[in-house]
């Protein structure tokens, strides 16, 4: 298995422009989780799924910021209008109900 | 909600001594507590986990205790290698197939 799949792996973009970040979980996870990680606030979960299903968006920061599942093996975060206090790596992961969360490689954001 | 707090924020040794690391978190309906290692510009990789019907858990340099009723945990690593060296965050939640609540993570520098 190739593991958790995200891209971009890096993304530039200047204040105001929308971002996409994709993610492709482990074949037969059901559980896909979004992780944002700065060096003030560490490791932040923003959103999770279970079965394409959002159950926990409590983390998400603002209504700029919107997650999808629209089947098993794909998940977007969105940032719309993006701004530069978004500047961090996003993180992937996902899991089984009773294995470990394995964690995509990331994408770092840079917004100008 | 949960929280996790990790001590120390940094800690420094010497190549072969042991290395603590130590997690508290408030919740008590957690009963799952992995720690993952980061190395600079890596995605978070698990290295040990420990369940709440368990005290201790070992692999081979790597050790996890677990107090549920003081609700703490540590990570001890002994005989420190310099490929040690990384960042280690403990988590904490009710299930593996739960959103980990991370602490805030330890940079450990082992000196040659």
């Known amino acids: 298995d190739a593991g958790v799949i995200q891209s971009p792996r890096h993304e530039v973009t200047e204040m105001g422009q929308e971002v996409t970040l994709r993610c492709k979980p482990i074949s037969g996870h059901d559980y896909l989780f979004w992780y944002r990680q700065t060096m003030m606030r560490g490791l932040e979960l923003l959103i999770y799924?279970?079965?394409?299903?959002?159950?926990?968006d409590s983390g998400m920061p603002e209504d700029r910021f919107s997650a999808k599942m629209p089947n098993a093996s794909f998940s977007t975060l969105k940032i719309q209008p993006s701004e530069p206090r978004d500047s961090a790596v996003y993180f992937c992961a996902s899991s089984t109900v009773a294995d470990t969360q394995y964690f995509g490689p990331g994408t770092r954001l840079t917004v100008l | 909600g949960e929280n996790v707090e990790q001590h120390p924020s940094t800690l420094s040794v010497q190549e072969g001594d042991s290395a603590v690391i130590k997690c508290t978190y408030s919740d008590s309906a957690s009963n799952y507590f992995p720690w993952y290692k980061q190395e600079l510009g890596k995605r978070p990789q698990l290295i040990i986990d420990i369940r709440s019907n368990v005290g201790e858990k070992k692999d081979q340099r790597i050790a996890v205790t677990l107090n549920k009723t003081a609700k703490h945990f540590s990570l001890h690593i002994t005989e420190t290698q310099p490929e040690d060296s990384a960042v280690y965050f403990c988590a904490a939640s009710p299930n593996s197939g739960y959103a980990l609540n991370f602490g805030k993570g330890t940079s450990l520098l082992v000196t040659p």
């Open positions: 799924f279970n079965n394409n299903v959002p159950i926990d």
